[in-house]
């Protein structure tokens, strides 16, 4: 099965993924979850990474791409993933297609989840991350002990492009690059929308009925 996760910066791609990779057993492939491993780690990549990152920036398409071909072609990826923040651009959709085509594989779901951009701001400024890849807010969803993540025990932390000027470009770039994806999937008969408001465990059980 293959499922794409579509959606505003902070709408839950990330906690929706995690759940789903578990529930069906098929692995989580972030982007941007790449991309700051690599910053991480200091690596070339990381490094060409980071200058769009940090500024909210989407990472140029070629980058993009040859990164998510690579980990597609991986033998764990054979059941199918969740793309979760790929594609971002028509350009990259269009080399998904390639790309699966390649491998004999087709996208089943693509869900767009749906939030407030209102929601978007209150979720980002209280996000808290750990390295394990586990995700907190420090409302909606805190650590037991404050600070320390509840699966690994390390401390948690705020993500770099967490600053409130980032997310403000963040979000420019997703309403221009990426919100034309949902007409893009909508005209293949994909795109199913997602109320992202409740809580992350109803926006799951929503998904998993649609699914
Ligand atoms: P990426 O890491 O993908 O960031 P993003 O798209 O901005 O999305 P986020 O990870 O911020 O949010 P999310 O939707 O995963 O929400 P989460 O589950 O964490 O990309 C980062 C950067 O990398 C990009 O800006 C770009 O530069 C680059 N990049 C990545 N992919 C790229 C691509 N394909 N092309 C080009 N560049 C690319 O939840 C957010 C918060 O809300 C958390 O605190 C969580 O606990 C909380 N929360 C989640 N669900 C709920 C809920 N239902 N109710 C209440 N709180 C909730
Ligand atoms: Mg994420």
């Known amino acids: 099965m293959i499922i794409i996760l579509l959606g505003a910066p902070g709408s839950g791609k990330g906690t929706q993924a995690k759940m789903l990779s578990s529930k069906f057993n098929i692995p989580h492939i972030s982007t941007g979850d790449i991309f700051r491993r690599n910053i991480k780690e200091n690596t070339l ?16 398409d070629e980058v ?4 998510v071909d690579d980990r597609i072609n991986m033998d764990d990826c054979r059941n199918g993933f969740i793309l979760d923040g790929f594609p971002r651009t028509i350009f990259q959709a269009n080399e ?14 693509v869900l767009n989840i749906v939030v407030t951009n209102q929601s978007v701001i209150t979720r980002i400024s209280g996000r ?8 907190y807010h ?4 805190p650590t037991k002990i404050d600070g320390i993540c509840d699966v690994c025990g390390e401390a948690t932390y705020i993500r770099d492009d967490d600053q409130p ?11 221009q690059a990426t919100k034309p994806l949902e007409d893009y999937y909508l005209k293949k008969g994909l795109l199913i929308n997602i109320d992202g408001e409740p809580a992350p465990k109803e926006v799951f059980n929503e998904v998993v009925t649609v699914i």
């Open 45 to 60: 990549l990381g490094k060409k990474a980071k200058m769009y990152i940090d500024k909210g920036q989407l990472v140029p």
């Open 64 to 67: 993009t791409c040859e990164i």
């Open 96 to 109: 998904l297609e390639n790309m699966l085509q390649k491998l004999q594989l087709e996208i089943n779901y």
């Open 128 to 135: 808290r991350m750990c390295n394990c890849g586990q995700i």
């Open 138 to 141: 420090i409302d909606r969803n």
């Open 165 to 175: 000027k980032t997310i403000k470009t963040r979000l420019q770039a997703y309403h």
